[in-house]
């Protein structure tokens, strides 16, 4: 069975500053991975996902994904931070094998001034 | 299109009551799930349908919850009875669901706030 660990609760980065967000998962075979992320009172947003082709990811304002087997990560990286980018990080992991989807606990990115 | 329409968007209620929540996928997908999220649990799958049969329902908490699609464009997620630990934002999203459901992108709806008092 799968299971998916966002390392961090919360994250407080500086405007302009890079952003990571970290995300371990375990799967037993190939995953497909995704980041969602949720503005406050608003539904989640796919950011990227991952299924088994590039491993490298690029979504949506200018995040990226590096998927990772030899780590079991998938962590989530932006170059430079904006305001608008504070809200809540889902890391998200399923397998074609079964039926299961797993959502990791989130992360809350705080953008400082 | 429209995307995922949920409704009510808030919902009070008092314990004991029925409670139902409606939701209208993307015409064209086939795949509905639904989420419970509250401060204390974070968000929770309840339970996902692909071309209207349940395909995972092992997150639904207890017989008090159940969810169905009437139709291949609409769900309802009731509780019956509600008590004030059901208070959270329930959300919905669809999919395209053609092959693997658990792997397709969701898109989900605004949410909806129950309150159980």
């Known amino acids: 069975a799968q299971s998916v660990t966002q390392l961090d609760s919360h994250v407080s980065v500086s405007e302009g500053t890079p952003v990571l967000l970290r995300c371990n998962y375990s799967s037993s075979y190939s995953p497909s991975l995704f980041w969602y992320v949720q503005h406050p009172n608003k539904g989640l947003q796919l950011l990227l996902k991952y299924t088994s082709a590039a491993t490298l990811v690029k979504g949506i304002n200018g995040f990226e994904a590096e998927f990772k087997k030899s780590e079991t990560s998938f962590h989530l990286t932006k170059p430079s931070a904006h305001m608008s980018d504070a809200a809540e990080y889902f890391c998200?992991?399923?397998?074609?094998?079964?039926?299961?989807?797993?959502f990791g606990k989130g992360t809350r990115l705080h953008i400082l001034p | 299109d429209a995307g995922v329409i949920q409704s009510p968007r808030h919902e009070v209620t008092e314990m004991g009551q029925e409670v139902t929540l409606r939701c209208k996928l993307i015409?064209?997908?086939?795949?509905l799930f639904w989420y419970r999220q509250t401060m204390m649990r974070g968000l929770e799958l309840l339970i996902y349908?692909?071309?209207?049969?349940?395909?995972?329902d092992s997150g639904m908490p207890e017989d008090r919850f159940s969810a169905k699609m009437p139709n291949a464009s609409f769900s309802t997620l009731k509780i019956q009875p509600s008590e004030p630990r059901d208070s959270a934002v329930y959300f919905c999203?669809?999919?395209?669901?053609?092959?693997?459901?658990?792997?397709?992108?969701?898109?989900f709806g605004p949410g909806t706030r129950l309150t159980v008092l």
């Open positions: 015409s064209g997908h086939n795949s």
């Open positions: 349908f692909n071309n209207n049969v349940p395909i995972d």
């Open positions: 998200v992991v399923s397998e074609r094998t079964n039926d299961k989807i797993i």
């Open positions: 999203a669809s999919s395209l669901g053609q092959v693997n459901p658990s792997t397709d992108t969701q898109y």
